[in-house]
Structures are given as structure tokens and as C-alpha cells.
């Protein structure tokens, strides 16, 4: 009997070092994350216009305050062409130029109001050092309090996000900034 008990206790104090063991890798790898507030600053790039990002978990895709959206062909591709209408947080002068971007695909949002068909384009944002090539979908948010909002897609690139903090990183990318590149794989979550 009491090899039982020895070899049983011997079994539960290996698994629970196991536990604290795997706790402790987890713990510093995500120590290595930054941690983001649910509202940031960001720059759209490469025009570095800064404006105010909610983060948002409840969304998987992106969205881009996005004005006049037409889609067109050229070369044999889809295309879409859009205004930003978007106020600089620092300057204050709105950036309302037109853009041209490759059609990435398409999204179907349904909601309260019914279903939406939405274009998703390919565009750079700087967050805190890094500037990550992400996908947005374009709409018109005009309505809404923030013109960017961040989906899960993108803060899965980020690190870690906070509920209960905003502004906790500023973002800052100058020309040899870290640049994180659209991962196709992103697309299967």
C-alpha cells in the first residue's frame, strides 16, 4: 500500500511541476507581446495619416472609412477605387484623396439591416514600431466614432489587447521600420 500511495502521490507532484512548468513557458512568451488598449492611434500608410483605432475582437476583418467606392476593371483584374476622408489627428487637415487598390475579395456582412456586400483591399498601418500590411474591408463609416476599427485578424499580429486601457502604444514607424506583410494564411481563421 504504500508504494501505491507514493507512486500515485509521485504522479501528482510530476504532473503539477508540469503544470507550473507549461504556466511559466506561456507566461513568457506572451511576456514578449505588446499589449494594446482597446483605442490606439495609428497611421495609415504610406500617407502617415494618424488616426484613432478601436480595437475590436468582436470583429475578425478590419474596416476602412471609405467614401465613392466603385469597383472597375484594369489589366484583366478587379480593382477598387475609393475616397478617404480622413481628419489627421495631429494636424487636424483632412486627407480626402482617391485610391486605387487590387480587389483582395469580396465580404458578405449580414447584420440587422440585412446583407452587405463589401470590398476588402490590402493596406499598411503602422502600430506602436511595426507597420503590418493587413486586409480592410471598405465602407463607409462616417457615422461611426472611429474611421479605422481593427479586427482579429490584425490584433492576432499585434500581441496583446487590453479592454481596460486605451493609448497604451504610440505608434511610430519611421523608414526602417519592422514591415509585417499580409499572411495568406490569415485567411482560413
Avoid at 144 to 171: A, K
Amino acid at each position: 500500500m504504500g508504494k501505491t500511495f507514493l507512486g500515485v502521490l509521485g504522479a501528482s507532484v510530476l504532473s503539477g511541476s508540469m503544470l507550473v512548468s507549461a504556466a511559466l513557458v506561456s507566461d513568457q512568451a506572451h511576456a514578449e507581446d505588446k499589449v494594446f488598449g482597446w483605442v490606439e492611434n495609428a497611421y495609415i500608410e504610406p500617407w502617415g495619416i494618424a488616426v484613432k483605432a478601436k480595437l475590436d475582437s468582436g470583429a475578425l476583418t478590419s474596416s476602412l472609412d471609405a467614401r465613392d467606392i466603385e469597383m472597375f476593371e484594369k489589366d484583366g483584374e478587379e480593382w477598387v477605387r475609393f475616397r478617404l476622408k480622413l481628419e489627421d489627428q495631429e494636424s487636424g487637415e483632412t486627407f480626402s484623396d482617391r485610391i486605387e487598390r487590387p480587389l483582395y475579395r469580396e465580404q458578405t456582412v449580414r447584420g440587422a439591416g440585412g446583407r452587405d456586400e463589401r470590398p476588402v483591399v490590402l493596406m499598411d498601418v503602422c502600430m506602436g514600431d511595426t507597420v503590418y500590411e493587413e486586409q480592410f474591408s471598405l465602407r463607409d463609416r462616417e457615422e461611426m466614432i472611429y474611421p479605422l476599427l481593427l479586427g482579429r485578424r490584425t490584433i492576432s499580429h499585434l500581441g496583446l489587447l487590453d479592454v481596460r486601457n486605451t493609448f497604451l502604444q504610440e505608434p511610430g514607424c519611421a523608414e526602417n521600420a519592422s514591415y509585417v506583410p499580409h499572411d495568406p494564411e490569415d485567411d482560413q481563421s
